[in-house]
């Protein structure tokens, strides 16, 4: 055999072995993944909490499903009509089952299933891997796993959102996978949403449990809370992907407690993180405002791309420009002079179609500018690129290489999409 032939032989003898090594990692990844096929973008809908905690009813959650299509919200992607705790009397019947609050779902569960069906919707509901759910009014699912997975299956449930709440003192990790397996074995796809708040970092065992991971404690509607789940759920990026997804709690937007600006920080740091877009205002009354936030087509398209990598915070920045601030706002207050908090942060994920998704975060309490660096967000220092602005609708004229600076008015940010040109 020639040296040049034995050479091209062990080229791909090496070749075929890389590739095997190759496919048998992606297949094992593949494996570990819950496969029931759902979660590959992730969720979008409404939950119920945020806004009405325990007064619910089987008429406000049709006209939800109602208006989630008289607003055009459902042809965006918000599918899931999500019921969270206190739907179901107290105690089971005498047979175990769960039974649908009396009184405020008198049609029971199926009818509402049908219903929301009907409208080309899908309709969640809520469990608790323990003895009762958070409220205490509902029982939870901890020894009835499979009882309460085939009713959920026969009423038509195509989402589980399942708490942590009084439980046996046992792990999560021992816990929810039995509900996995109830799920599978009832037979009918559903969206898997483990609530067990970060406890036990889920997002480290969660990927073959279920589709998705609380993160983080309940969000409340201010802009430390919001901005602090954000924070919380950054940590764990290298873990989402289709089929599994980080969740620093359901959206805020709409709600009040925020101004507008920070409600357009909530809803581009949940794009970008990849984060479940499930609405918790009262979207039969919702003001135009809150409507032109949520129906960003242009930042839901960020939060749906296909390749699913959650944003990583690529740098922060700012710690001398909040101290004068601060200085000088509250002379008096030295100690507040003393403050390190960072104001102005990066955030980068890469998107389908070689694009960046890149938020430029202002969260201090006066104007800044804010500079993405190339080497910071992945890019060749001499790349050229175009700038889309998605909250002005805009492609900037000035095309940039090394860097982008935008200035920021407190609490905002500007969400771009770059696409390397020429
Ligand atoms: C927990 C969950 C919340 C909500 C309530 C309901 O606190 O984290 O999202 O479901 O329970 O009681």
């Not at 080229?11 to 590959?40: D, K, P, Q």
């Not at 739907?87 to 008198?106: C, H, M, Q, Y």
């Not at 009040?256 to 990849?274: C, P, Q, R």
Request: glycine share 8%; net charge neutral.
């Amino acid at each position: 055999m020639g040296k040049r032939r034995c050479a091209a032989l062990a080229l791909a003898t090496i070749m075929a072995v890389v590739m095997e090594l190759v496919s048998h990692t992606v297949a094992t990844s593949r494996r570990i993944m819950l496969t029931n096929g759902l979660g590959m973008t992730p969720p979008m809908g409404w939950n119920s909490w945020n806004h009405f905690g325990c007064n619910i009813d089987e008429k406000m959650i049709r006209e939800t499903a109602d208006a989630l299509v008289s607003t055009g919200l459902s042809k965006l992607g918000y599918e899931y009509v999500n019921i969270d705790d206190c739907w179901a009397e107290i105690s089971r019947d005498d047979k175990g089952n769960l039974v649908p609050n009396k009184s405020t779902f008198p049609s029971g569960i199926k009818a509402v299933a049908d219903y929301v069906h009907r409208k080309g919707l899908k309709l969640g509901i809520y469990s608790d891997a323990g003895y009762f759910t958070c409220s205490k009014k509902m029982p939870g699912s901890l020894g009835h796993e499979e009882q309460d997975a085939k009713a959920f299956a026969s009423w038509g449930i195509d989402y589980l959102k399942y708490d942590n709440c009084n439980n046996d003192g046992s792990k999560p990790t021992v816990r929810y996978p039995v509900m996995t397996r109830a799920l599978m074995k009832a037979g009918r796809p559903v969206f898997f949403s483990l609530c067990e708040w970060g406890d036990m970092h889920p997002a480290e065992w969660g990927a073959p449990v279920g589709n998705s991971w609380r993160t983080t404690n309940d969000i409340a509607d201010n802009w430390e809370s919001m901005i602090s789940r954000a924070d919380q759920n950054e940590v764990y990026a290298e873990y989402a992907r289709p089929g599994g997804w980080n969740d620093p709690d359901m959206l805020e937007v709409g709600n009040g407690g925020m101004t507008k600006d920070e409600y357009i920080v909530h809803f581009s740091l949940w794009a970008i993180s990849k984060a479940p877009l499930l609405l918790g205002c009262d979207i039969r009354n919702m003001t135009k405002e809150t409507l032109d936030i949520i129906t960003n087509k242009e930042v839901i398209a960020v939060n749906q791309d296909p390749y699913g990598f959650q944003a990583k915070k690529v740098r922060m920045e700012g710690d001398q420009e909040v101290t004068k601030a601060l200085g000088a706002i509250l002379s008096k207050c030295m100690w507040i002079v003393e403050s390190t908090t960072k104001t102005r942060y990066i955030w980068a994920a890469s998107l389908s179609g070689y694009r960046l998704a890149v938020v430029l975060l202002n969260r201090g309490p006066v104007r800044y500018s804010a500079t993405a660096l190339w080497d910071d967000i992945g890019l060749d220092p001499k790349t050229v690129v175009e700038a889309r602005d998605l909250w002005e609708h805009k492609t900037l004229r000035t095309q940039f290489v090394g860097n982008l600076t935008a200035t920021l008015s407190p609490h905002s940010c500007k969400l771009y999409v770059l696409k390397p040109i020429g």
